[in-house]
């Protein structure tokens, strides 16, 4: 799962991360990492970290307004892959399975959605059967048919229309690629998908090739929403999506502003999970981070959708004069980068390492917002929340230890060893959207500079990475050989987290996370052996989970910057507010109200 935010120019970016990283220190890191329960928060610091804050003061009605300072990658339920944007698209979207509106660990739980139930699993764990509940509609009133979430799945298949989205359900429905999509569907109805059958307008029957113990985290995915197929407009589809949910889309205009009315033929009795407070949903999108955050504290907005922390001008604003709204998470994403093989010298292990020792990984974490508003200092690619994950006890490369300042002397070692003891010139690709991406960049770059190496920033537009960092042949023609990024699990396994990033199954032309281009049999061997472990079996996953982090550390494929927190701003009218580890410590959009809807 990948992110966004905004741009700035990177001196000052640098250096308000700077200043303030002394303030930052004095605030409380609060919230604990339990579920929360049922509990809630009165109103103050951390009062919706982990737990609910006034749920009881929520009417209905009014506008609620987030804001960002960058557009989804899509709004396409196939190619999304924003977290915010999943967050958000359950306003539009229904999957068979969701995940629980509870705070906390008990919000990654998953409950029926357009599923009656849960669902049965053959004792092979092979076959998944589910029949859809009464009374499911689309915007128009027709019914949601089995069909219709058919339809939608078999989309994932149609990388050459619509690239950007994850393909776990066509690599474990059809691991082999016999299905080319159903826009090359010979079959009549274009649904000639083999591994999944739909006997009736209410049953569902998925057929996997070999078991899988995460299907059903899948199967909740907004990759597996449904799409009518003659309201499908293929490439154009994520200008105006067809709702399943309470909300369907007004207006939109790319990269300037969204907004959702309700959907009049939406049925709460056919929703378990959605409450539709709102009258109407707006999302107004903002290049410009700085003014976005003070508009956020003056309370003209409710909440950043973007979900990834306040600017460092805001951070500072909002500590010293509004505390109260603030919430400080550990979120499940590492934010880091890495270094594509297909872009000389990085095809070279002692180059990559070259630049690990390099890095002055306290200005790194700095650039991110400090130990508060940042997170901890990264020392390897699991993240806390993961299973298996060992934390900053493993730190193959010191970095959080003798390290963390650099080391010039092990970075010029390594140089020697990769045939470049000179150094040598390079680019980093950074999103500019993201204040604190374009700081880590500039602190990359300075400390590069020190053993040699030689870095140009180049910044793009994050909206835009699919084609552009997503893309193997433009990385390898650009000669990107550093990418800034972040990343959280898609759901909360090394599966979840790790297979999209480390195995050579999930490289693709466009839409490609695979960003190192690992090629690795030990790893999807063990990824191979991962799956087929019985869902049971925890421990053994999470040993399997470790030596996959293991193997990757050794490669040198990524420099790690930090296990992140987030420093998040709800405004004073919003209530039922709580974070969720569904979304990786983000706020649970979907069932969000307001305590003064005339406000």
């Known amino acids: ?124 764990g092979k076959t998944y059967t589910f029949k859809l509940r009464d009374g499911i509609t689309w915007e128009d009133g027709k019914p949601i048919t089995s069909q219709d979430i058919k339809y939608g799945i078999e989309r994932s298949w149609a990388q050459d229309v619509l690239s950007g989205g994850p393909v776990y359900l066509q690599q474990m429905l059809d691991p082999k690629g016999t299905y080319k999509g159903p826009y090359k569907d010979k079959s009549k109805d274009h649904l000639g998908l083999k591994a999944i059958d739909t006997p009736d307008a209410k049953t569902i029957v998925f057929h996997l090739p070999s078991a899988n113990s995460d299907f059903k985290q899948v199967l909740a995915m907004t990759s597996a929403s449904p799409v009518r197929q003659d309201k499908d407009t293929k490439s154009k589809y994520g200008l105006h999506p067809f709702s399943s949910g309470p909300y369907k889309f007004q207006s939109y205009s790319p990269g300037k502003k969204l907004v959702l009315v309700r959907n009049t033929n939406w049925k709460a009795s056919s929703d378990p999970v959605r409450k539709a407070y709102p009258d109407t949903i707006s999302l107004t999108i903002s ?65 990559r390492k070259a630049v690990i020792y390099a890095a002055d990984h306290v200005s790194l974490q700095t650039a991110r917002g400090g130990p508060v508003a940042g997170g901890l200092i990264g020392t390897n690619m699991l993240p806390p929340s993961v299973p298996g994950s060992e934390g900053q006890k493993y730190d193959p490369y010191k970095i959080a230890g003798e390290n963390k300042n650099g080391n010039a002397t092990l970075a010029k070692q390594e140089l020697k060893e990769c045939g470049q003891p000179n150094g040598f010139k390079t680019t980093i690709a950074v999103r500019n959207n993201k204040q604190q991406e374009v700081a880590t960049a500039t602190s990359l770059q300075a400390a590069l500079k020190k053993v040699g190496i030689t870095a140009d920033i180049y910044q793009y537009d994050g909206s835009q990475s699919a084609g552009i960092i997503g893309a193997p042949a433009n990385v390898e023609k650009k000669k990107l050989g550093i990418i800034i990024m972040g990343w959280g699990p898609d759901f909360p396994s090394v599966q979840g987290y790790g297979i999209p990033l480390w195995s050579s199954k999930y490289i693709l032309q466009s839409g490609n996370n695979n960003f190192a281009m690992i090629k690795d049999k030990t790893i999807d061997g063990l990824f191979d052996q991962y799956n087929a472990t019985q869902a049971t079996d925890e421990a053994k996953k999470a040993e399997i989970a470790k030596e996959i982090n293991h193997k990757v550390s050794e490669g040198a494929y990524y420099l790690p910057f930090t296990f992140e927190r987030l420093l998040n701003f709800r405004g004073s009218n919003v209530g039922n507010i709580y974070t969720t580890d569904a979304y990786s410590g983000y706020y649970d959009f979907v069932n969000l109200g307001l305590k003064n809807p005339k406000k």
């Open 1 to 124: 799962m990948t992110t966004q935010r905004t741009s700035g120019r990177r001196k000052q970016a640098l250096a308000a991360a700077v200043g303030v990283a002394a303030l930052l220190t004095t605030a409380a890191c609060g919230g604990s990492n339990d579920d929360g329960g049922s509990k809630t928060g009165a109103p103050g610091f951390d009062a919706a970290n982990n737990k609910v804050a006034q749920a009881s003061e929520v009417k209905k009605g009014g506008e609620l307004k987030f804001v960002t300072t960058q557009d989804a990658d899509s709004w396409d339920t196939t190619r999304g892959y924003y977290g915010f944007m999943w967050d958000f698209s359950r306003y539009y979207s229904r999957q068979l399975l969701t995940f629980k509106t509870e705070p906390g660990a008990k919000g990654a739980e998953l409950t029926p959605d357009l599923a009656a139930d849960e669902g049965q699993v053959s004792a092979d």
């Open 287 to 351: 290049s410009n981070q700085s003014d976005s955050d003070q508009r956020l504290i003056n309370g003209d907005y409710d909440i950043d959708a973007s979900q990834t922390g306040l600017g460092p001008q805001g951070r500072t604003i909002a500590l010293k004069q509004h505390k109260a709204n603030l919430d400080n998470p550990v979120s499940g994403f590492i934010r880091y980068a890495v270094f594509p093989q297909t872009v000389k010298p990085f095809d070279n292990i002692h180059c």
